[in-house]
């Protein structure tokens, strides 16, 4: 008797917002998928009848994750495929989906991306920051001691910060960027993306709480904030990696040090060993 061929799992991107922000791969994998796993079906099936999507749904979320995948896994190894979609943008990113694509992956199963939106990245694109390297660091924590405390970490981060916030916390979380990062940090704030009440403002934070707090229209909707990079003038980077390649130097070769020094700050390694 042969074994029957495994299934696959898709990761399937959906829309954020706009439903006609789905992509046509998105479209007919959910059709020929023999079930698909959504983080919360009530929202999930509206998209699919919109599309004339008649596939079967299941409940794939963060309090059922851990019984559900081993269902799921046993029906893929036995031939069907499974497309996850998370309410809304490309699972995983902030979503539901790690446990079922690691104990796919560990069991041999192919898992195969159907790209599309994506919050995050679509926020970032029309944020005007740079964006040849940024860090996404997902929700912060709803406690306030927690979420200062993360903001404290990232304060003299580089490059530019990508964040998810709630309706609940936006300007609370503002504030607090405001008190830890200074009024002068440039955050842009992208809310209700694709969607009919779409705004993207960028100014320091300073200003920019200031007209959140005015505006009860921009606490409301889904957000992403994008914080731009900590910078230094010249002068101060060059004092910094000096500071930096002093500490090194006590532990190890002048050269490894300055090489070291100058990848933490951003200061010109010449200027360090040269100082040693």
Request: hydrophobic content about 45%; overall charge negative; glycine content about 10%.
């Given at each position: 008797m042969s074994t029957p061929k495994q299934g696959t799992l898709f990761v399937v991107a959906t829309p954020i917002g706009h439903r006609d922000d789905i992509t046509v791969r998105a479209i007919e994998t959910l059709k020929r998928a023999d079930v698909v796993a959504a983080e919360d079906t009530r929202h999930t099936r509206p998209l699919l009848q919109h599309y004339a999507i008649d596939t079967p749904l299941v409940a794939l979320h963060d309090h059922n994750e851990r019984t559900?995948?081993?269902?799921?896994?046993t029906r893929m190894l036995g031939g069907e495929s499974v497309a996850l979609v998370s309410d809304a943008g490309t699972p995983l990113i902030s979503d539901p989906g790690f446990r079922l694509v690691r104990a796919a992956r560990a069991a041999g199963i192919?898992?195969?991306?159907?790209?599309?939106?994506?919050?995050?990245?679509?926020?970032?694109?029309?944020?005007?920051?740079?964006?040849?390297r940024f860090v996404f660091e997902g929700f912060l924590s709803a406690k306030a001691g927690a979420r200062r405390s993360r903001l404290q970490e990232l304060?003299?981060?580089?490059?530019?910060?990508?964040?998810?916030?709630?309706?609940?916390r936006v300007l609370e979380c503002l504030e607090d960027m405001r008190e830890i990062f200074?009024?002068?940090r440039e955050v842009v704030l992208a809310r209700e993306?694709?969607?009919m009440f779409e705004t993207v403002l960028g100014e320091p934070l300073g200003t920019l709480v200031e007209r959140v707090a005015a505006d009860p229209n921009q606490q409301k909707g889904e957000f992403v904030l994008m914080a731009a990079g900590h910078t230094m003038d010249e002068?101060?980077?060059?004092?910094e990696g000096l500071r930096v390649f002093a500490i090194l130097r006590e532990d190890?070769?002048?050269?490894k040090a300055a090489k070291l020094a100058a990848a933490i700050t951003g200061a010109p390694r010449k200027a360090l060993y040269g100082a040693g």
């Open positions: 559900a995948v081993d269902g799921l896994v192919r898992v195969s991306p159907i790209p599309g939106a994506c919050a995050a990245i679509a926020a970032l694109s029309v944020a005007g920051l740079p964006s040849d304060v003299g981060e580089t490059r530019t910060v990508i964040y998810y916030e709630s309706s609940h200074g009024a002068e993306l694709t969607k002068d101060a980077r060059v004092g190890m070769p002048p050269a």
